[in-house]
């Protein structure tokens, strides 16, 4: 039988998350978010963090069910 592909680098992947995580939550990028603008009723602060939150959240969970359906 053969084996299925595993993911390459799958260590890689996990770190170039965790960047890209970090840069999103850094001072600059918090900065242009963090004004006094309203999108249907919320600061656009608080719809920056709870969307990248589920963001984050689906793309850790994609990544993982790939991983486990390929090994």
Do not use: C, Q
């Not at 595993?6 to 992947?13: A, C, M, N, T």
């Not at 995580?21 to 009723?41: L, V």
């Not at 990248?52 to 090994?71: D, K, P, Y």
Request: charged letters at 15%; hydrophobic letters at 55%.
């Amino acid at each position: 039988m053969n084996k299925p592909k595993r993911i390459p680098y799958k260590r890689e992947w996990w770190v170039i998350f965790f960047i890209i995580g970090f840069f999103f939550i850094n001072y600059p990028i918090i900065h242009i978010f963090n004004k006094d603008f309203m999108i249907f009723g919320y600061p656009v602060f608080y719809l920056y963090l709870t969307l990248g939150w589920f963001a984050s959240i689906t793309v850790i969970f994609i990544f993982t069910w790939l991983v486990g359906h390929r090994e």
